[in-house]
């Protein structure tokens, strides 16, 4: 039984190529796809600035069918529709047991998919540890209704939920790519009092604004710092989402944050750089009682029953960040749309 | 009325000179000082290195009695005993009311004895905001007992308890000295299971293994990072305390941190270095759920009361950390011995 | 100089009469009454079911001009338009300094205005610790959009903040009177996914809806509990907020909530019935990992800055509590449409 | 194979029999226990008071050595020593994914060994989910050293935990049975400045003072809660924990706690009050700001790992708590000692 997969070939080579349905073993499942996603680490892993085995399937974030269920998987049946999330926890390891789900037996180990084993853009995949985490999608939800609930809406409000967002905070967002329009939509849900975002795509701005975005700054017309700390009188924000993955940005979130106040750090940032800085003066030479909290994507399928009911309950709409749909024959010029950031793209739907 | 009071007169001069007796305004007290000690930012600013007015009496961490009562003072009498806390809060600021207290009305506001008003390192001191900040002192301990609540053991514990340690944590802390140590006796109490410390000098490494230290490294006979990943097999602590203020020392700190760790940053940062670099490869890009927080010592008088209490119920024994004690008079020699590190100097206690 | 003031006479008597105008001392500001209201409160101090002693000015909430300021208050001037909490803490005692401020210096001692010294139903209010109590109002918010800060809604958004509602929770709410409207308000902005309210007054219920109530249960047509757990198919809710203060609702919460999670006191339980049970089943016998939290209305001029921030950027509406308004000198008249809950009100506006 | 089992027989009947020595399936392990306990919830069932069915193995502390590991078990191998607790949680559920582990699947639920499964009151014991839950044992430890973190330290521990002890708090704990012991060693290693505990059985209250207890009441002798508000010059305690499991001492616990402080309640309360009644003078009516939590023991490999690195360190000796040893054909006789708490026994070690 065969079907198609997106290969990684080596650098900036992608493509589709044959592959036999994967079987499910003990505790996991085959799921067939029938949406998913180009995540912005997919482009750094075409480019070859990720590492992964070439002849590895790629793809995080799948959308699809219950197709075979392996031993030891209980509570599900064959043709259920499932949401599965770019992290998938064992559930069992010590940094499991520890509530670190994200980083299940070490760094980064919870991304398995796409990354350490066979990813989802291909029309079925292997989804690890399914007990853990298979999300049931409720009938009243569409496929791209949840889509952006497998990774970037987790990411952006984990942005928000670990720098501790209060009721009535003041809260800024660098950047208003997809990570950050799901971080200003986080601060929203938290209770931010006022959200102001920075960004400079107008797409992006727009979007920004119905995420929650009350005032978005555009950096090419604004030094954004300079134009936060006038609309806070000089104060600055409680909380300085980070979600761009660059020195200046990162270092524009220390800038513009309250003494006292959360610096929440998104972004990915470049190993060229070796070192992300810490301005001191505005760090307080350490003593301003600042804090600098970094989150990856949490996953789960306890994660993503209640994204979906937020979802469900009209808490948010993430649905219009899909700019473009594509069949999965098309994935290489979804590729090129996306990573190339062409004809106001925010994010694209792959239908295999 | 005059009394004797340490004057900053300019990088590297200080001495005692005659001074009036301070009157107590509105919701102040004047207590006469019976015990004080110098503070590692009194010597910073001895050499004229933090800035303070030329002609201020410097020093903050006052032990004495109650001498004068302003308007508005309740609660206490002339002649009981109490301890002041360096951080002298308002107690009704914005930042106050949101429990920033060390940053009352701003960065670093919390401080003001010793630094935006004439300090403590003479026979009489003036204290404001007096209902918030005079702690009184059991008569079952001594002055000495105290002294080193009003700075030092604050700020060390601190940054325990804004790591949030947990009990069974493994803890690194990076310096021994005087803050270092009390961070060491603050992991004993929050209950880590193990307490990994690092210094070099032998009246520190002594006294790291009383306040707590399970195994004491040796920075100059060890690699710190190597040793503590070896002994924690490779996972790393859960919490690394930095105590010393130096690039090197907070690099090692995020380097020795386990995935979704956290780093407790103690030290003032020299401001010519302009950034402190979070490593990259050690901070997981920004995806390794680490955390970076920032304490500046916690004052008032409730935070006393319990220091106080956990000293007069012994759980931690500060008198130890005197290594040396000078009368007032002779102040040059107090700072001389203690700036310069010489004769296993750890803290000095002032006697007015 | 005489002002009109709303009298506690004893048991079922109060009225205007005419009191001096106050003056401000150390510390106090006096304020020109533009906007008050009548809180249940009051209802039970007028029945004579809460002690005050005869003579007092009755009314804690609020809304005026500055008038007076007293020795040593900073920052204001006479004219500014102010908003004051019910609870107006010192912010230096020792509760204070622990972040209680609701019970400053014991068992509800931040209650001050109406209780324990004169209140606001009168052309004019002392404010004790002015510094710490005195809320700036911006332009462009009138005293009816900020009105209910001063109590209600500070009160029920701690309900829900108390019970630490994560993003994502079903949450029920139990009584849509002010103060519960307010909760369901607060678990609004808390980023619940699914709000549960439940009463049998029509205005309330419409009301309900519009705060934030997904469904409103009618307790007279449903049991409020079987249909909760028919909705979360048997599980529970993740948060329940009591706001009727009766053993039955205190019951009901613990009885629709999920093990493991919390239940959030609001209401004030007579003290008739001496103790309020924690029915043992549901309580898991002990063992169920369930929370019981209490909440008084948090006060101080900084929780006043970010409520009214909340309404400034139109994050909540209040105003639209108000169904009756009327004048000082109809007080008795608003009191009897309040205290038997007649004509759909909600709440009532009183202008001196 | 045969093996001997001590088996529960209806009520007040138990005893050992031949049963086969159970065979691991996918996840599950066997192991040859070296060591077990009784638990008081052991007496209840073995009283008929806690229903599990007729016929089964109980007992769910077991020290033991590897003796057979299923499919998909991992990172272990035969021979290995190995401690489990009481608590056996998936880690794959909504309730495990959410961190209540101890609930994993629904209430008490994480609790399988000797109640929903076969426990270890016998030669061999089958583990479920077994990768989460096989801690292994250090070998400088004896099995004595670790007995307790199956159950009773991790509980009494929690209670600390659970309540959010700070360093510096009042902790009053009721009740020095083995988990009120536990709880005021855990108390202790939370920071506690002063630990008030109460009991009247003479070993039980020289054993609090080697956990920790820095008063120990006679409630036979003294009334408690007036000696601690004696001792806390009105103010009462930070944190009471409540670990008998009945209505005085739950009363107890509220009538002790501060204006704001929390109640820890470990007890299992018995069925037949119906409710537990929370006085109302004590809890302020509902607006004192006191909270009450409730803990089931934390299970799980993690936990265990992090108690025993406690024991290791020499952070707690739990194994002074042995008053008697018995080998398991002695099980009657440790039964009955242990049941009527005869000879001053606190626990008993059963050695198949």
Not at 104 to 111: A, E, P, S, V
Not at 185 to 192: D, I, P, R, V
């Amino acid at each position: 039984m065969k079907m198609r997969a997106n290969i990684f070939k080596g650098a900036n080579k992608i493509g589709l190529e044959d592959r036999p349905i994967p079987k499910a073993g003990t505790g996991e499942a085959v799921v067939k796809v029938t949406l998913t996603t180009i995540c912005g680490t997919d482009v750094h892993i075409m480019k070859g600035e990720y590492p992964v085995r070439a002849g590895q399937i790629i793809g995080h974030e799948p959308v699809g069918v219950i197709h075979e269920l392996g031993d030891g998987v209980k509570g599900y049946k064959r043709g259920e529709r499932v949401a599965i999330n770019a992290i998938t926890p064992c559930g069992q390891c010590g940094y499991c047991l520890s509530s670190n789900w994200a980083q299940c037996g070490g760094f980064l180990g919870g991304w398995k998919m796409g990354n350490t084993i066979d990813g989802c853009q291909a029309d079925y995949v292997k989804i690890p540890n399914a007990n853990a985490n298979l999300a049931k999608i409720p009938d009243e939800l569409s496929d791209e209704d949840v889509l952006f609930t497998t990774d970037i809406f987790s990411t952006g409000l984990s942005g928000a939920e670990s720098a501790d967002i209060k009721v009535g905070d003041i809260v800024s967002v660098f950047g208003q790519g997809p990570i950050g329009l799901s971080a200003t939509a986080g601060a929203k849900l938290k209770g931010a009092a006022l959200i102001i975002t920075v960004d400079s795509i107008p797409t992006r701005i727009k979007m920004s604004k119905k995420m929650g975005g009350d005032i978005v700054l555009d950096y090419q017309k604004v030094d954004p710092v300079n134009e936060i700390m006038r609309i806070t009188n000089g104060r600055g924000v409680d909380v300085a989402i980070e979600a761009v993955g660059l020195q200046e940005s990162f270092e524009n979130c220390v800038r513009c944050t309250r003494v006292g106040g959360t610096i929440s750090s998104l972004g990915v940032y470049p190993a060229e750089i070796k070192k992300i800085g810490v301005p001191l003066p505005e760090f307080g030479y350490g003593i301003a009682d600042k804090k600098i909290v970094s989150t990856l994507c949490p996953g789960g399928k306890e994660r993503m029953r209640r994204l979906i009911s937020l979802i469900k309950n009209e808490r948010v709409n993430l649905k219009q960040f899909i700019t473009h749909r594509f069949s999965l024959d098309e994935i290489e010029e979804a590729y090129r749309i996306f990573a190339n950031q062409l004809d106001g793209v925010i994010k694209v739907a792959i239908k295999p």
